[in-house]
């Protein structure tokens, strides 16, 4: 089996990974594969640097040629065309190439090429996309079929290793797209959350390497979700204790964009509600009498 080259696979893959217009200068380089183009580069993962406490952003050129000492404009997994949201000026300090674990410096990476950037770890923690074209739109964030679902509490053995358990922990949130840690408000504890045991025994493996103090991990909880795939056919009633009351309801999925703007927290029940209402109502075609309940 063999995969088409980026100069054959990019004509047609480049319409769906370029969330802006088709007919977009960036959108027709990525499509050309141009070396000439404006730059734009999708950055999927973080490599940890030896021993230093930075990242290599690592991802692929789809247009353009990547060079060190580049000022380009950074979009985070969350930025929203239009919105200052997790976007960034920056620069490439460097430019190298990941060969497994060896890591080697270049003058520069041309498009269709795996890259890998120093510099950019301070604005990026997982994926994003860089561009040298100031009204560029981002390329599409990647989907995966598996969510974070087995969640284990973790804590250093000694207070004293906090600092570097916490670093150790950015680490491992950089070097794994999947891998979710939060601290919980209840309870204090840093979580952390994989796809399954076997995907839990990897990240606690690596966080040993990676924080490099020992640690305590409690016995994994997996969590149950469920949701609306379609619009309910039924409508569903319930009655107040006294009798005097009714409440009809239904159920319908609230949309994927609307979906990642609430995980994002761009819309949140803490947003200010008229802020709120102007969003739904302009980003997400709701009516305005639905926006202001």
Known sequence: FKLPSPIQSQQYRAPYLYEGDENDLCCQAMKQCDPTGPLM????????????GRFYAFGRVFSGTAKS??????????YIPGFKKDCYQGGIQRTVVVMGKFIEQV????????????????YLRKSGT????????????????????????????????????QAGI??????DTLVQAYLDPST????IAASGELHMEVCLRDLQEYAKVPFIADTPVVSYKESVSEKSSSICLSKSANGHNRLFMTAEPLGEKLTEAIESG?????????????????KFGWTPEEAKK
């Open 170 to 175: 950015q680490k491992l949130l950089g070097a």
């Open 69 to 78: 000492g580049m000022k380009v404009k950074i979009y985070g997994p969350n």
């Open 107 to 122: 003058p520069e990476v041309p498009c269709g090429n795996t890259i890998g950037l120093v510099g950019i770890d301070q």
């Open 266 to 282: 761009l819309i949140s029940i803490k947003s200010e509600p008229k802020e709120r209402a102007r969003l739904l109502v302009e």
């Open 41 to 52: 580069i999708y950055i999927s993962k973080m490599i940890p640097a030896s021993d230093t």
């Open 130 to 165: 860089i561009t040298t074209l100031e009204n560029a739109s981002p390329i599409r964030t990647m989907k995966y079929s598996v969510s974070p679902v087995v969640r284990v509490s973790v804590r250093p053995k000694q207070a004293s290793d906090l600092p570097k358990f």
């Open 188 to 191: 204090k504890e840093n979580i």
